[in-house]
């Protein structure tokens, strides 16, 4: 199944959902997840392997962490060499002040945003889709 490429196109089926829950980053030495942790992300790196895991499980195994994040899924599916999709979305929140770390899978993007603000990010991405779908007209829009 191919991604969508066309950039208008995905930015008016953005269709953002924020998942329920409170999500941290961690890491842990070496490659292995600690027991009885469900990762939504990994990332190997060299100092060890990030981990985006739900606040519940980092606290059950005593792992650290220093940021909580609502997690957001964009519902479009991308291809993952589509142009300007991180950009645009990043560029929202950054006029709403709003801090985001992206991560691609292979069928949407997802977004961590600061958990408090959650709720806050979906409506600016909302107000991106439907500026990006003609709906909205006015400065910045995609006509």
């Not at 070496?30 to 985006?52: H, K, M, Q, R, S």
């Not at 006029?95 to 990010?121: I, K, M, Q, T, W």
């Not at 779908?133 to 400065?139: A, E, H, K, L």
Request: net charge negative; glycine share 10%; with cysteine.
């Amino acid at each position: 199944m191919t991604g969508e490429r066309d950039l208008r196109t995905l930015l008016s089926s953005l269709r953002p959902k924020l998942n329920p829950g409170r999500y941290v980053f961690t890491t842990v030495p070496g490659a292995v997840v600690p027991a009885g942790v469900i990762p939504v992300v990994t990332v190997a790196e060299p100092e060890g392997l990030t981990l985006v895991i739900p606040e519940s499980e980092a606290l059950a195994a005593g792992l650290a962490y220093d940021y909580v994040a609502a997690w957001i899924t964009l519902r479009v599916h991308s291809a993952l060499d589509a142009v300007g999709l991180t950009a645009a979305v990043a560029l929202a929140l950054t006029d709403a002040d709003v801090s985001c770390n992206v991560v691609a899978g292979y069928h949407h993007d997802h977004l961590f945003v600061p958990h408090g603000r959650g709720a806050e990010a979906v409506s600016v991405l909302q107000a991106l889709a439907a500026e990006s779908d003609g709906r909205v007209s006015g400065p910045g829009s995609a006509r």
